[in-house]
């Protein structure tokens, strides 16, 4: 496609994600449906069309893993990407919607990432840098696939220096500036699939506890470029601008702040980012609720030394991976149920 903005119409909206939107839309020449995310970039014109150039990478991305890409192009301020649209959103909205999501489905989510994070590296030398919830997709189809991989270094600079929000499926060796490592996202799978399978942030206490400190509001300025910062280097706004911003960018953020509350428990991200360095990795609990095989998986992902930790292709040949290859688990069905 030769995308233009005039030639793409508004459906509606489908989620708001830090320094950007993403609508579903029409490519009304064609017929076609996308999902349009539009990213406001503080750059200079030579980076803006730096980026739009490294974005060119994502039309040699082709995996059933990968959501497929259908172009990029600017409407200053904006970088507007569009994609593939999943018409069962993201797995964060969807347990959000259903619940805990049971664990023979986690494997699958499991099994899609790896070989979405193996084709991506792999075949182009690609960290993915943001795996999380909200960034593995699910169709009708019953395909899941992940979105959002740091192929713009350009991009992931331009995005840190402005607002970098969910900071907290981070690895301990990256919140403490070590480089950014394939291994990184293999913890960062471990966080999102506890959640997934017990229906909340890990590093929330309690089941009662709505807070939610997979996001926050403030600034992690880059250590160097291409990294994306460490606690030295975490900054937040004034308190008051914090607020006010918060609630015109996104409603979700309204309860947020640093200091989060909730269950008889309060963590600032500061304290999170502590506990994630100093304290042991979380694990799927209450133990022998999940199969041993799953435990063992996210134990593997989850160990805190990045050197003892597993990479993505390693993983692939776990027993409870191997499981999700011969599995017959109808993905399709069970997003017809939501
Ligand atoms: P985040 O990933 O931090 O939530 P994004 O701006 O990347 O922020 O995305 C916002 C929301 O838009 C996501 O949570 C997801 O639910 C939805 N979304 C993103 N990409 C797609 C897509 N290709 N198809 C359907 N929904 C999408
Ligand atoms: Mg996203």
Not at 12 to 19: A, S, V
Not at 21 to 26: F, G, I, N
Not at 254 to 271: A, F
Not at 290 to 297: H, Q
Request: glycine share 8%; proline share 6%; charged share 25%.
């Amino acid at each position: 496609y030769d995308l233009r903005n005039e030639d793409l119409k508004d459906l509606r909206e489908l989620g708001q994600g830090n320094g950007g939107s993403v609508k579903q839309v029409e490519h009304t020449p064609t017929g076609t449906i996308m999902a349009k995310k539009i990213v406001l970039i503080d750059a200079k014109p030579s980076v803006r069309k730096q980026i739009l150039r490294e974005l060119h990478i994502m039309h040699d991305c082709n995996s059933p893993y990968i959501v497929s890409f259908h172009g990029a192009y600017l409407a200053d301020p904006n970088i507007c990407i569009c994609m593939e649209f999943m018409d069962k959103g993201s797995l964060d909205g969807i347990y959000k919607k259903i619940g805990p999501i049971d664990i023979d489905i986690v494997r699958q989510v499991a099994l899609a990432v790896l070989e979405g994070l193996t084709y991506l590296y792999d075949v182009h030398r690609i960290i993915h840098r943001d795996i999380k919830p909200s960034n593995m997709l699910c169709n009708s189809k019953g395909e899941i696939k992940i979105c959002d991989f740091g192929v713009s270094g350009e991009l992931i600079n331009s995005i840190a220096d402005t607002f970098v929000g969910t900071s907290t499926y981070m690895s301990p060796e990256r919140i403490q500036g070590a480089q950014y490592t394939v291994k990184s996202d293999v913890w960062s799978l471990g966080i999102s699939l506890i959640e997934l399978a017990l229906g909340r942030f890990p590093f929330s206490e309690s089941e009662s506890d709505d807070s939610d400190l997979s996001d926050f509001e403030g600034t992690l300025s880059p250590a160097r470029p291409g990294s994306m910062g460490s606690i030295a280097a975490l900054s937040l706004p004034p308190r008051q601008k914090r607020a006010k911003s918060g609630t015109a960018k996104k409603d979700k953020r309204k309860s947020k702040g640093v200091s989060l509350q909730g269950g008889g428990m309060t963590m600032s991200i500061l304290e999170l980012l502590q506990h994630i360095v100093n304290e042991p990795a979380p694990k799927l609990t209450p133990e022998g609720r999940f199969p041993a095989e799953s435990e063992n998986f996210v134990d593997s992902c989850l160990l805190k030394d990045p050197d003892a930790r597993t990479t993505p292709k390693e993983l692939l040949n776990f027993p409870w991976i191997e499981q999700a290859k011969t599995a017959q688990i109808d993905i399709e069905a069970w997003a017809s149920t939501f």
